[in-house]
């Protein structure tokens, strides 16, 4: 159930079940002659936690901010429940929208800010307190209602904006790099709190960063863009294991990709023109070339190169191996228990054929 | 009709008001004049030619130019050292020094001009104190003329050099300095080549600032000089009062102007072209770079941090060796200059206490007589109360139409926020006479010539133009995403507005209302144009009395005038230290 609303017309919009919930059409936004976002279509079902991935100045911001109203696009149209929306305005919308900076009003208390949404709904005070209680406590932050935003950790005040944008239940969410103020650790703990907040409260979501490792871990299925359009749209495991592009294959994760190499690509498929071959650094095992042939031997390809470097981090060792005059990375957890290769040794690299991927250059 | 639609939406819309109170009260009557003077629509220059035909006009305006460079000058000279060394003191100093600095900023000025006349007049402190004392028998002639001018006016303008210098010196990195240390620059060349061309920006400001004034500010000159000193905008006041030729105004207002244009954009440009890549684009106008409002602020906020341990920057600043030379010279210069600065007031607020038939230094007696008569007196009260009604009428309507106008320049394209912004700031960025000229006559337009509707719209324009400066700077650390999130949160534009844009900019507000009504409160160059002699405010009632015979009730009126600084800096440190942002020592305790 949505809160009641002034504007009855535009929550109704939401409920339709059949159209998806939010589509883009050939929308592009200009500035000036700088074009931030062209040609954009995609769509975002009812439910979905949906990531816009890209590098900074990708259009993922302006992306957003077509679709929270703040910017109208130059041409185009955005739907919602199958509506264009291009001629409301935001604040006649009904959303949650957690931004980059949180933006809590410095003014008022962690409460007031709760309420605030609340109250521009029309919602009696009795109603708003209970509500305000029932999300602090949500949000393990009941004691803080009375604190001003300055007077939260990082980490609270990432809890009191999510809460305030999802406290009046709107129909859909959109985050701006939500977890992008906050150190790594807190980081990987909200990552998980505010999955289950969206398993819970079961809201659209669209959210927006330029961190891989949060949109792997947080979405269905991710949207990566490059200077203002679409490069790819898939399930995050889809995104890393076939990446269409090689724009992809390299944001997402690391990647060794074919160039100036000496030895003819086995594969099971046939190349197609206009790529290149690339495989992820895991993929790739690293031996001693003394060491014999294991049982899948038949399927796999053998290269021997000498280790340029080692680097240790952590559970992982990466090694840069020189075939030829191009340079492998080679993943591998330590837990392996195989022997550690140094600068200088000679070793043998070797891949299943059928982990060979094309991208498209 | 979608676009038309978005035009009445377009934030532009709010700085309607003020540009329409421009236009009608300033705008419409400088073209008006400008065309005058160029005797249109014949079009000729024989006014100009007029003009410098009279030698006795050649004379006056190269006087004006003089006395304006030579002031400003001597004011770069002696403000330069006491900002470095207000800027190098240690903190709790330093926030002393300010303050000694912005007192007589804040103070009317003509309080202060006739602090001067009571200091160096035949019967003034110094003839009566040289004469006790035996060293002169009769009193020297130490009024009336050429230096008492530039005593008086470096007084004045001494202040309006030294806070943009402080302000520009304090924005310095301190790291900057260490890092040419630890590259082997020794002090003084770290001095000159680091800190002094960083330091440019606020000599620019500075000097333009005190330059522009001294151009259209005739109240000292006219009070301390002599016949001889008359500057170009005293003979313009004494045109409008005797003929009204307004050809003949128009041209001496032009060539006022001109003067005040070409000084503005040549220093404006040209060091900003020197400096290169500048951080503050070289379009906007000099007034909005104005960093005293900015200081001030920065002033109450470093008041109020205690633990903000900034000792060591001290020895990161010292340019010189710390030879026992320039340990000495330095509070030494300092205190002169704060001497310089207060004890004219000091003086005067003593003498209002004295108890004889006239005023004396040091004074035989106490009473209070001057101030009974002030309060009992219904032409100096009633002039008190007249300009506090109207400072408060100003403050009121420029508080309300500058924030609107701030609040739509803040939200319209940077060429055409740039470009209105100068429109609005016209009428504090060039010499006053102009304005005032060019008020009288659209106020004559509009028949208000005499009333006080006339002198509050007057007094607001430049008012507004001080709002905004202040309002603006304030909308630059605004956070915009905290309107979109409370759009975003279904309220409205107006809601939003009232909700939280305007208590998260009510200290700048605030302060722009302050400064308005102090403007009001001491203006006269505008007022004596426009009053028509018919409204007296208190700073007219002065004047008078300063031009005709002197009633030491004056003493006592100054002596209060001076006070009002000092209760406005205590509103001022209230608001802004209610907004002050939390500090973040306190908060780690709370969270904890
Ligand atoms: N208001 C604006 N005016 C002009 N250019 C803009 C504006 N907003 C964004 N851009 C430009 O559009 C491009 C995309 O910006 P943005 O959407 O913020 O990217 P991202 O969020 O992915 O970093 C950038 O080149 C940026 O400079
Ligand atoms: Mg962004």
């Known amino acids: 159930m949505h809160a009641p609303i002034q504007n009855s017309e535009v929550a109704a919009l939401h409920e339709s079940p059949v159209l998806p919930q939010i589509e883009f059409s050939s929308v592009t936004k200009t500035y000036g002659k700088v074009t931030a976002v062209r040609d954009l279509s995609m769509t975002v079902s009812r439910g979905e936690f949906l990531t816009i991935l890209g590098p900074s100045g990708s259009g993922k911001t302006t992306t957003l901010m077509l679709l929270a109203g703040f910017e109208a696009p130059t041409a185009g149209d955005i739907l919602i429940a199958g509506r264009s929306v291009a001629a409301v305005p935001s604040y006649r919308r009904d959303q949650g929208i957690v931004f980059q900076s949180y933006a809590l009003f410095p003014h008022l208390t962690v409460t007031r800010n709760l309420e605030f949404p609340l109250e521009m709904r029309g919602i009696n005070t009795a109603e708003r307190t209970t509500r305000v209680r029932r999300m602090l406590e949500r949000v393990h932050l009941s004691d803080l209602g009375g604190r001003m935003p300055s007077q939260l950790s990082g980490g609270q005040q990432q809890r009191v904006a999510l809460a305030r944008a999802l406290i009046a239940d709107p129909p859909f969410l959109l985050l701006d790099e939500p977890l992008g103020a906050l150190d790594r650790n807190l980081r990987e703990q909200m990552q998980i709190e505010m999955k289950s907040l969206h398993k819970e409260f079961g809201i659209t979501t669209v959210c927006v960063t330029h961190d891989q490792e949060e949109a792997l871990t947080l979405s269905d299925r991710i949207v990566v863009m490059r200077a203002g359009r679409i490069e790819q749209t898939d399930s995050p495991e889809a995104l890393y294991d076939r990446p269409a592009t090689r724009f992809v294959a390299k944001f997402l994760g690391e990647a060794n990709i074919f160039e100036n190499h000496n030895f003819k690509i086995e594969s099971e498929a046939e190349q197609p023109s206009g790529t290149v071959a690339m495989i992820r650094p895991e993929r790739i095992c690293i031996v001693a070339t003394d060491a014999g042939k294991r049982g899948d031997g038949d399927l796999r390809q053998f290269v021997t190169g000498i280790v340029d470097d080692m680097i240790y981090a952590g559970p992982l060792r990466k090694y840069h191996v020189r075939v030829g005059s191009s340079v492998f990375i080679v993943r591998e957890h330590v837990a392996a228990r195989q022997p550690i290769f140094r600068p200088g040794d000679g070793v043998c690299l070797n891949w299943l054929r059928s982990d060979i991927r094309f991208v498209a250059t | ?592």
């Open chain 2, 1 to 592: 009709m979608k676009t038309f639609q978005k035009l009445g939406q377009m934030p532009i819309g709010l700085t309607v008001p003020a540009l329409a109170l421009l236009l009608v009260i300033f705008g419409i009557p400088i073209i008006h004049l400008f065309l005058n003077s160029i005797n249109a629509p014949a079009f000729s220059a024989t006014n100009y030619y007029k003009f410098f035909g009279q030698p006795a006009n050649v004379r006056v305006l190269f006087q004006t130019i003089e006395v304006s460079v030579v002031a400003t000058a001597i004011c770069l000279i002696v403000g330069y050292p006491t900002a470095y060394l207000i800027v190098t003191a240690s903190r709790s100093l330093r926030i002393t020094l300010i303050a000694l600095v912005i007192i007589p900023y804040l103070t009317s000025g003509l309080a202060r001009t006739y602090a001067w006349i009571v200091i160096l007049g035949d019967r003034g402190v110094i003839n009566n104190v040289l004469v006790h004392l035996g060293v002169i028998h009769s009193p020297l002639q130490l009024i009336y003329n050429t230096m008492a001018v530039y005593i008086g006016m470096v007084h004045i303008m001494l202040p309006l050099m030294i806070l943009p210098l402080v302000s520009a010196m304090m924005g310095i990195d301190r790291s900057l300095m260490a890092a040419a240390r630890s590259m082997g620059a020794r002090p003084l060349t770290a001095f000159w080549r680091v800190f002094f061309p960083l330091s440019l920006p606020g000599v620019r400001s500075g000097s333009l600032l005190v330059f522009v004034f001294c151009l259209g500010f005739y109240i000292t000159p006219a009070a301390l000089g002599g016949l001889r000193d008359a500057m170009l905008s005293t003979f313009i006041a004494g045109q409008v009062a005797s003929s009204f030729d307004i050809p003949r105004i128009a041209t001496s207002a032009f060539i006022l102007l001109a003067i005040a244009v070409a000084v503005l954009s040549m220093l404006g440009l040209d060091l900003a072209g020197a400096q290169g890549r500048a951080p503050t684009p070289a379009r906007k106008s000099w007034v909005a770079r104005l960093p005293i409002f900015g200081l001030l602020k920065r002033y109450f906020s470093e008041f109020l941090s205690p633990y903000r341990a900034k000792l060591w920057t001290t020895q990161l600043y010292q340019a010189g060796d710390n030879s026992s030379l320039s340990n000495i010279v330095g509070p030494l210069f300092v205190l002169l200059v704060m001497v310089y600065l207060l004890s004219p007031g000091l003086i005067v607020i003593i003498m209002s206490f004295s108890a004889g038939a006239f005023l004396e230094f040091p004074p035989s007696g106490l009473s209070l007589q001057w101030y009974r008569s002030f309060f009992g007196d219904p032409s100096w009260n009633g002039a008190a109360w007249t300009s506090i009604q109207i400072g408060v009428a100003v403050a009121i309507l420029s508080t309300i139409v500058g924030t609107l106008a701030a609040y739509g320049l803040n939200r319209t394209h940077p060429r055409l926020r740039g470009l209105l912004t100068m429109a609005i700031l016209t009428p504090v960025t060039i010499p006053v006479i102009v304005v005032g000229i060019a008020t009288y006559l659209g106020l004559v337009n509009l028949g208000l010539i005499g009333s006080t509707t006339g002198i509050v719209l007057a007094q607001s324009l430049g008012a507004i133009g001080i709002v905004v400066v202040i309002v603006s700077a304030t909308l630059a650390n605004f956070d915009r995403t905290l309107e979109q999130a409370a759009k975003s949160m279904r309220a409205s534009p107006l809601q939003t507005f009232m909700r939280v844009t305007l208590p998260l900019i009510r200290p700048g507000v605030i302060g722009g209302a302050v400064f308005a009504f102090l403007h009001s409160f001491d203006e006269l160059v505008i007022t004596s144009l426009v009053s028509g002699y018919s409204i007296r405010t208190l700073p007219l009632k002065m004047w008078e009395n300063i031009r005709n015979q002197i009633d030491p009730t004056i003493a006592a009126v100054s002596a209060l005038l001076m006070l009002v600084p000092v209760l406005w800096l205590i509103v001022l440190y209230l608001t802004w230290w209610r907004s002050r942002p939390r500090d973040h020592h306190s908060l780690r305790e709370l969270a904890t």
